[in-house]
């Protein structure tokens, strides 16, 4: 019985060896990512992309013609729902914190 289960277990690991899998890396708000997936799709380095590209042009503060960036400076009177989405989240994080999270502290960390 015990040499039953090596033989399985054994089985069992060579299959899991067969897996592709894939390898994506990039750069993005001023570093790198690497992903290794299992099956992606075919197009998945490009929705990886634009993924990323999203986030990037709406709510990074390193790119300074992102919309939060934008928005910090008073450029932005409309924003998209995803920068909505986020504002909201860390208002409720203000709340839940009572305070402790402050999403208004940049000017201050930045002197």
């Known amino acids: ?3 039953l289960f090596v ?3 054994a089985a069992l690991t060579l299959a899991g060896c067969s ?3 894939e390898f994506f890396n ?3 708000q ?15 380095q490009q929705r990886i992309d634009e993924v990323l590209t999203q986030i990037d042009t709406t ?3 390193f790119n300074p013609n992102s919309q939060i960036s934008r928005f910090n400076r008073g450029e932005v ?3 998209s729902n995803d920068f909505e989405m986020c504002i909201n989240q860390a ?10 999270y402050d999403i208004t502290v940049a000017p201050l960390v930045d002197l």
């Open 91 to 100: 208002r409720a994080a203000h709340v839940f914190s009572k305070g402790m």
């Open 7 to 9: 033989i399985i277990a």
């Open 30 to 44: 001023g570093t790198t990512y690497h992903i290794i997936m299992q099956s992606p799709t075919a197009d998945m």
């Open 1 to 3: 019985m015990k040499k």
């Open 59 to 61: 709510l990074s503060i």
């Open 77 to 79: 009177a409309v924003v």
């Open 19 to 21: 897996k592709k899998y």
């Open 26 to 28: 990039g750069r993005t």
